[in-house]
């Protein structure tokens, strides 16, 4: 039998700022179930809440305040107009979704109090990224000194999914064999349509951006961790990188967790979305590591197609057609075949709903629909866009697209 104090152990409480409610939350869990625990990061803008345009420089004291707040789980990014959350490891996905919302609450409370709004979303819709000032802290100071030009244009915010294997040592198989899929993730996740104020013919503009910093795109075919510390090793050794947390690739074994960390997805907007795009993953982790000879089935022509997959998958979102060996196969049908082979893993995992509300991303469109929608439905006005985009990020539903779309209190 369990005792309390076992229980307890799994728990954590918290107060929001207002003192208006009680969050209660896993903290982790114990047996098999664990071995396959998740967190989910999210990044995203902080924006003026009148104006909704981006905040150029913010104050240490709204990310003082947003940290203790959240428990410690809220934290500046590279650049002054960003803000970041982690959730706890979690075994139950009702938890990670609950705590999803209540962080995405809390830093909205603490943001207000600053004249600030947080946006979910890839891209900013009017961000001017020659305007945007690297947070003040270390790290961010020498990657921007680094970078230049190409750190300064990093205005953009995306989702990390964390998932622990049974045995770390095996990530880099199951890394093989997540290749192919990877484009699914980008595809239902799309919320970048805009960038500086233009539509950009894109569902998923971020990634076209982020693929000019080096150490980006799709991991290269690693045969074994031997091989992954054999790069890792020559890049730091010759100066290049200070460690492997530099190595930004859309997918990457983490240096800090026993995790293997899905990095390609836009924030997602509706945080639904964000759970089910998460949840997915983490059965298909599951999927593959129980599976390791498929790994072997993905050879350079596989990772050379699902190059391609990765950028219509950023063109065309949930509308997206991929390449195969055998010819086109619809993002529908790429999910549906997925959601079949892994419909053990999500009973075992207890998350087979969020799985299906894929298929809900798929038949209403992911954010960037919406915000297009916004777009062409308000005569053109990028305006409306953000508006919208800070409505949704807390009501965490379709808000309204219209004129008279509320802004967030």
């Known amino acids: 039998m369990t005792s309390t104090s076992d229980v307890l152990k799994l728990l954590r409480l918290d107060s929001s700022r207002d003192k208006q409610h009680l969050v209660i939350r896993s903290a982790g869990g114990g047996g098999k179930a664990a071995e396959y625990s998740f967190g989910i990061e999210e990044e995203y803008f902080l924006a003026d809440r009148r104006t909704f345009d981006v905040a150029i420089e913010t104050p240490n004291e709204l ?6 707040s959240t428990g410690g789980q809220a934290m500046r990014e590279m650049l002054q107009s960003q803000l970041e959350v982690a959730t706890n490891v979690h075994v139950d996905v009702n938890d990670a979704r609950e705590e999803l919302r209540f962080l995405r609450r809390e830093v909205a409370n603490v943001a207000a109090q600053y004249g600030f709004v947080i946006m979910a979303c890839g891209t900013h819709p009017t961000a001017v990224w020659r305007m945007s000032q690297p947070s003040p802290k270390p790290r961010y100071e020498e990657m921007i000194e680094d970078l230049r030009s190409i750190g300064h244009r990093n205005m953009m ?11 770390p040592e095996k990530r880099m198989a199951v890394m093989r064999a997540m290749l192919p899929h990877l484009p699914l993730f980008i595809a239902l ?41 054999d790069y890792v090793g020559a890049l730091q050794r010759s100066g290049v990188i200070p460690d492997e947390s530099h190595i930004w690739w859309a997918m990457r074994p983490s240096m ?39 790994s072997k089935g993905v050879t ?53 709903a969020e799985i299906e509300h894929c298929r809900v991303i798929i038949d209403r469109g992911s954010s960037a629909e919406f915000q297009l929608r916004a777009y062409r439905d308000n005569g053109d006005d990028i305006a409306a866009v953000s508006r919208w985009i800070a409505t949704s990020t807390i009501s965490g539903t379709s808000a309204p697209i219209g004129r008279s779309a509320p802004a967030p209190s």
């Open 300 to 352: 350079a022509v596989e990772r050379a197609i699902a190059v391609e997959n990765k950028w219509r998958a950023q063109r065309y979102g949930t509308d997206c057609i991929f390449a195969s060996r055998d010819g086109p196969v619809t993002i529908s049908e790429m999910l549906t075949r997925i959601i079949d082979n892994t419909a053990g893993d999500a009973d075992a995992l207890g998350c087979a």
């Open 189 to 229: 996740s799309a919320s970048s349509p805009f960038w500086n104020s233009h539509k950009t013919g894109l569902k998923g503009y971020r990634l076209a951006a982020y693929s000019e910093l080096p150490r980006t795109g799709l991991p290269e075919l690693f045969e074994s961790r031997q091989d992954y510390d």
């Open 256 to 294: 800090r967790h026993p995790t293997l960390e899905l990095r390609a997805p836009d924030t997602c907007t509706f945080v639904d979305d964000a759970v089910a795009i998460a949840s997915l993953y983490r059965c298909l982790t599951r999927h593959l590591y129980l599976r390791p000879d498929l």
């Open 63 to 68: 990310f003082e305040s947003a940290n203790w």
């Open 157 to 167: 915010c995306g989702m990390h999914v964390h998932v622990q294997l049974p045995d």
